[in-house]
């Protein structure tokens, strides 16, 4: 199971919610990202990755 599987369910965005703006930025996420996925719905779990992803591909550069 990938991290973003495992937090597709509300309880995990949920507890995305609870971390710190350092924490979620160690992950490669923001708080603008956790609210755009909570109203995606079932698509919020590839929201989150594909934010991951253009993060760690700028970091990359």
């Known amino acids: 199971?990938?991290?973003?599987?495992?937090?597709?369910?509300?309880?995990?965005?949920?507890?995305?919610?609870?971390?710190?703006?350092?924490?979620?930025?160690?992950?490669?996420?923001?708080?603008?990202?956790?609210?755009d996925a909570g109203r995606m719905g079932a698509g919020a779990t590839s929201l989150l990755a594909e934010r991951r992803n253009q993060r760690a591909s700028s970091w990359m550069r």
Do not use: I, W
């Open 1 to 35: 199971m990938s991290l973003f599987s495992f937090f597709s369910r509300r309880a995990g965005l949920q507890s995305l919610s609870a971390l710190d703006d350092r924490m979620l930025n160690d992950l490669g996420l923001s708080r603008s990202d956790l609210a």
